[in-house]
C-alpha cells in the first residue's frame, strides 16, 4: 500500500514542488502564446483550471469502466467537450477577451498538462483527491501564466492589468510583447528560479555537513532515514 | 503563385513554432540531437499534410452541412489521434529501421498543438482544399526547420560551458528567443 498523503498536500503539491509550468515544463503553447498582459494570462489560466478540475472529476469518477486499450481517446473526448463548454461561454460572455484567445482556448484540447494529469493520476485515484489535484495543478497554472504575462505586460506595456505602473519616461520594450520576448523572459524566469532552488540547497547540505562535522553519530541515522 | 506565398508564409514568415508557439513541447523535449530532431520534423510534416486533407473534408462535406460545427474540436482531435495511429501502423508494416526511429515520437504527435492548431487555422482562414494542402505542407516545413535549427544549436551548446542554473530548459527557451528574434527578420515580407 501506497503512503497516503493528505488532501491539503495534494493541492499544495501543485503549486511549488510540481508546478506544471517551471517544475514539469508542460503546458507550454498557451504559456508563451497569450501572455502577452497578465489578464489574458489569468484568463486562460482560469479556463485551463476549469477543464482540467471538470474532467478529472468526471474520469476519476468513471475509471473503472474505461478499458485501458482506449483510455487515452476517452479523455480527450472528455476533455474536448468541455473546451467546447468553455469556448461557446466565452465567445457568448466575453466576445473581446475571446477574439484576443483566438485559437488558444480550443487548443486547451492538446495541453499536455490536461491529459498528463489524466494519466498520472485521475485514473489512478478517487474523485476527491483528483479533485484537490486538479485544483492544485490550476492554480500553479494561473501562477505561472500570470507572473510571466505580469513581467510581460509591465516592460513591454508599461501597464499591470490596465492600470499604467512605469512612468512615460520609460520607453516599452517592444520586444516583450513579441514571441521572442515570451521564450527569453520564460527562460529568464526558470534560470532564476533554479537559482534559487540551487542556492537554497547548497546552503542546507552545508548546514548538513557542518552538522555531521559536529555530532557523528546522529549524523549517521539521518543519513539513513534520507 | 498565391499557394507559393502561402506555404513559404506558413513556413518562415508566421512560423508555427517560432511565432504560433504550436508544438513547443517535441520541440524542446525532442531538441536534442539532429538525427532524432529531422525524422521528427519529417513524421510531423506527414501527419500535417495528412491532417490537412482530412479535417478539411470533415469540416466542409459533414460539419458544416449536418450544422454541427460545435462539434469540430471532438471531431478534430478524434481524427487526428486515429490519424496517428495509421500511421504509426503503416510504418510499422513498411519500414522497421524507420519505425525504430520514429516509433517513440509518434504518441508524442497526437499532443502536439501543432496539428490540431493546423486544423483551426485553415478553417479560421477559410481556405480552399489546395491552399489547406499547402499550408499543411509548409507548416510541416517550418515545424522540421525550426526543430532542426534547434537540434544543431543544442548539440554545439552540449560543448558549452552553461551554468548550472540555466541547464536544461532555460537555455533552450532563451535559444529559442533569439531564434525567435531572427525569424522576425522575415515579419511583413508577406501578408497572407
Known sequence: MKKQVSLATEYTKGLWDQNPVFKQVLGMCPMLAVTVSAMNGIAMGLATTFVLVFSSLIISSIRKLIPSQVRIASYIVIIATFVTIVDLVMRAQFPALSKELGPYIPLIVVNCLILGRQEAFSSKNHPGRALMDALGMGSGFIIALTSLGAVREILGSR???????LPDGFEPWLVMILPAGAFLTLGLMMGFLNFMVLRKKTREEKELLSRHLQEPKMSLAKGQEA | MELIL??????????????YFLGICPFIGV????????????????VMLLTAIVTWLIYHLILVPYDVVYLQYVSFI?????LVQFVEMFIKKVSQPLYRALGIFLPLITTNCAILGLALFIVLKDYSFIQAVFYGLGAGAGFTLAISIMAGIREELELANVPKSFQGAPITLIVAGLLALA????????SV
Open chain 2, 183 to 190: 525569424f522576425m527578420g522575415f515579419a511583413g515580407m508577406i
Open chain 2, 78 to 82: 478524434l481524427v487526428v489521434a486515429s
Open chain 2, 31 to 46: 531538441s536534442n540531437k539532429l538525427s532524432s530532431a529531422f525524422p521528427m520534423g519529417l513524421a510531423t510534416t506527414f
Open chain 2, 6 to 19: 502561402i506555404f513559404i508564409s506558413a513556413a518562415i514568415v508566421n512560423n508555427f513554432v517560432l511565432a
Open chain 1, 159 to 165: 501597464t499591470l492589468l490596465g492600470f499604467q505602473v
